[in-house]
């Protein structure tokens, strides 16, 4: 179980800082061929302080149905849901009004297995989280519908891609893999 005292606290305006830490949760999705290794970090955006962390497939065991991968940021809902005991749709009750996601690839937009995105996910909890940070763009191999950004700022959500980091995070997202170009 991921709860928020298990994490250290980074100061809340080190964005490479949180953004190592959610590559350091990627580094943790167990290896597949099919898929993207993703981490995320929710963090408190006033105080710094990480709420939940998720990688790539980390929650399949519990929800096998997910469509064969559990993605990082809805690994993040479940956690905080799981350490308050609630049901996931009542996560922005419990989420500071200024959280924020840093993920290492750009929430999906629409799921090729049918599953609800991570856009629909944080769109649920716009009261909640002000700001994405986001290291690499989605490839196009995946996206049936690239507007997601788009849909996330249009419902007030800030979004940034933060591109120091990108050589890095291509690196651990694909395992090595040549998969697409940036």
């Not at 629409?110 to 490839?139: A, Q, T």
């Amino acid at each position: 179980m991921d709860t928020a005292s298990s994490h250290s606290t980074i100061a809340q305006d080190d964005h490479k800082a949180f953004m190592e830490y959610a590559l350091e949760q990627a580094c943790l999705s167990p290896p597949a061929p099919t898929k993207f290794n993703v981490g995320a970090v929710l963090v408190n955006g006033d105080t710094g302080k990480i709420l939940s962390t998720g990688y790539t497939s980390e929650l399949l065991s519990e929800l096998p149905s997910d469509g064969g991968t559990i993605h990082a940021e809805h690994c993040c809902i479940i956690k905080v849901a799981e350490s308050h005991d609630i049901p996931e749709q009542k996560v922005g009750d419990v989420l500071p009004t200024n959280t924020v996601l840093y993920t290492t690839m750009e929430p999906c937009n629409e799921r090729l297995s049918g599953s609800r995105s991570c856009v629909d996910r944080l769109l649920e909890l716009k009261d909640s989280i002000r700001v994405v940070y986001f290291g690499i763009s989605e490839p196009g191999i995946l996206v049936l519908s690239d507007d997601g950004r788009k849909r996330l700022e249009d419902a007030g959500i800030e979004v940034r891609q933060m591109d120091s980091m990108q050589e890095q995070i291509l690196a651990v997202t694909t395992g090595g893999r040549q998969l697409w170009h940036q």
